[in-house]
């Protein structure tokens, strides 16, 4: 994933599989941007829920691989 304009440091990865929900305890001291991607490269909508400024949880429809990206 490219750096952006608006977000410029790189994006932290973490790689999931077969999974309805994923908590992430990223340690940033903030709500990050979050960003879905599959296993095959689509970019997809998921329910993300910021339990605090350093967890969150991505939550899916159906389970599915991927990875998640904040920044």
Known sequence: ??????????????????STQVTI???KGY???VQ?????GEVVLADITHTSVDVLVVTFVN???GSVYIR
């Open 36 to 40: 879905v991607v599959l296993s095959s």
């Open 1 to 18: 994933m490219a750096r952006s304009t608006l977000f410029p440091q790189t994006p932290v990865e973490f790689q999931f599989s077969n």
């Open 31 to 33: 709500f990050p941007e």
């Open 63 to 65: 389970a599915i691989s």
């Open 25 to 27: 305890t990223h340690n």
